[in-house]
């Protein structure tokens, strides 16, 4: 009797307890991709950038399951009904599948695995998404964590997490079927329309893509990682996480990758990197303890936040036309690639929640459907903390210039003269704050301000004692 693997946010074959349980049985092998699209509850559909990452990361893990004798079966609909239907259809006796951390597909899970004995079937699932099961990490007096720097001590005094897992070498196939959905017919892939053209120059979706990713930073980036991390005008970030957010690659790999002997000059960077990797580990934490981070305030008293219905500017911030250049630079790099910089992220964050006063719900939705990593935790841990209303979170009144943060984190201007490119010509000087610039060099620099580039839509010092003055609202 075969067993059936199940994957959803694990597209990968190495370090994959599930998949390789099932090889290690003996038996024959059905890997099912499940997408499982009820919209109850918290959850929401997958977002357009995601949708774009899975078509290609199922090509490619189909691919790769075909190379091991088992090509991957796609089905869509309710996990209970989709998975009973294959065991009846197969004669399966064993379903196996890695677990979901993030509330709506975590309770798919548990229903399952109560539906199952019912049906005398066996079930087993695995971790490999996070590094340790959020219940594992209590505070002192047994609560959960609020603050991430005990929390990051927390985790690391725990038990080293356990070595990663290499891929199977063959997998037993089930000449019996059962039928797979195509691809094409769940049209993953943008059409009208098709913003997805720029995603493919700069991505590779799926595992090798992920593992390739991986040693290029360890080889060539690490060493600076500490001091370029915050610099959008440098490639000095690993790019992993939309591999992350698709399970392509493991926490477990990364951080067993940063533990091996490294030079003295790279030791700073590989710690600094883990850390990055336990904000992760954090936003999970939060979210598996708080389930309704992405959609309530952390803290409660946000709940009086005067937010302004501002369509007109929600429209400018997300079209990357707000006039401040380094916003409009993350908002369009965000558009063409699916990705934005770490550091723009809370630039731009902070301009819509604090000179725009729009809740940060908007923009964290918007985020949701635009990035190709989009993660239920960390985009909502993240946007929580831009606001000040989440746990550990940055003040409210800590109010970033976006001209000051522009000149200090893009000094020469390289990345807003790659993402708006109608300032390219602008000297350094102005580039960040276009509206200062004499006459004569925005017309050398064919820049007319309010026809080929906006003026800015508020004024920063304007903006920041409104913003103050709606900040003493929630105290
Ligand atoms: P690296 O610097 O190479 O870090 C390695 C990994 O560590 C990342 O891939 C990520 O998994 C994790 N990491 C790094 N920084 C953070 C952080 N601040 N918080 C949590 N984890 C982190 N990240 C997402 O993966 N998905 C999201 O939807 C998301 N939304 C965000 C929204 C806002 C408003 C902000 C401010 C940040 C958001 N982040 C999100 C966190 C962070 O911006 C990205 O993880 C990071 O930019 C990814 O680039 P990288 O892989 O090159 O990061």
């Known amino acids: ?12 074959l190495g370090d994959n307890r599930a998949l390789s349980t099932a090889s290690d049985s003996g038996k024959p092998v059905i890997p099912v991709f499940l997408l499982d699209e009820r919209v109850s509850g918290n959850s929401r559909p997958t977002g357009g950038a995601r949708r774009w990452w899975l078509h290609h990361s199922l090509t490619a893990l189909d691919f790769s399951l075909q190379a091991l004798g088992a090509p991957l079966v796609l089905k869509r609909g309710r996990t209970e009904e989709v998975v009973s239907t294959l065991i009846n259809e197969t004669g399966a006796d064993m379903v196996v599948w890695n677990r979901r951390y993030d509330p709506p597909g975590a309770k798919i899970d548990e229903a399952l695995q109560a539906q199952l004995p019912h049906q005398a079937i066996a079930s087993k699932s695995f971790e490999g998404h996070i590094l340790h099961e959020p219940s594992a990490l209590k505070t ?16 690391n005094s725990m038990p080293d997490p356990r070595d990663p897992l ?24 943008p059409k009208h ?17 992920a593992l390739d990713r991986l040693h290029t930073f360890l080889d060539d980036k690490i060493r ?58 954090f936003s999970y934490y939060l979210l598996c303890n708080n389930p309704k981070l992405g959609s ?14 501002r369509p007109d500017q929600l429209s400018a911030w997300k079209h990357g036309k707000t006039g401040y250049p380094i916003v409009d630079a993350g908002m369009r790099q965000l558009w063409q690639t699916g990705w934005m910089h770490n550091r723009v992220r809370m630039i731009v964050a902070s301009f819509l929640i604090k000179h725009l006063l729009i809740d940060w719900r908007s923009g964290e939705g918007w985020f949701w459907d635009t990035l190709v990593d ?25 109010i970033f210039n976006p001209v000051l943060q522009g000149e200090k984190f893009d000094p020469k201007g390289d990345y807003v ?18 509206w200062t610039a004499p006459e004569d060099t925005l017309k050398k620099a064919k820049v007319d301000l309010g026809k080929t580039y906006p003026e800015p839509i508020v004024d920063h010092q304007r903006a920041r004692k409104q913003a103050l003055a709606a900040f003493e609202k929630t105290r």
């Open 296 to 309: 309530e305030n952390y803290n409660t008293a946000f709940d009086v936040f005067p937010w302004e219905n």
């Open 1 to 12: 009797k075969p067993v059936i693997v199940l994957f959803r946010h694990d597209l990968r």
């Open 140 to 155: 002192g007096s047994g609560g959960p964590y609020r603050v991430y720097t005990p929390f990051w001590r927390a985790l």
């Open 374 to 398: 989009a993660d239920a935790a960390n985009n909502a841990a993240s946007w929580q903390w831009v606001a000040g209303s989440g746990a550990d979170a940055a003040p409210y009144f800590r």
């Open 193 to 209: 329309p098709d913003w997805s053209k720029g995603f493919a120059e700069v991505w590779v979706p799926g595992e090798h893509g």
């Open 166 to 189: 290499p891929p199977p070498r063959a997998l037993k196939r089930w000449p019996h079927g059962p039928t797979s959905d195509k691809l094409d017919d769940w049209v993953l892939l």
């Open 224 to 281: 600076d990682y500490p001091e370029d991390r915050d610099r959008p005008d440098i490639e000095a970030t690993s790019r992993l996480s939309p591999h992350l957010a698709h399970g392509e690659i493991t926490p477990f790999q990364i951080w067993h990758a940063t533990k091996i002997p490294m030079h003295d000059g790279e030791r700073a960077g590989a710690s600094k990197f883990r850390q990055e990797i336990g904000w992760r580990e």
């Open 417 to 434: 003269r790659e993402f708006v490119p109608e300032l390219a010509a602008l000297p350094d000087k102005y580039l960040h704050q276009p």
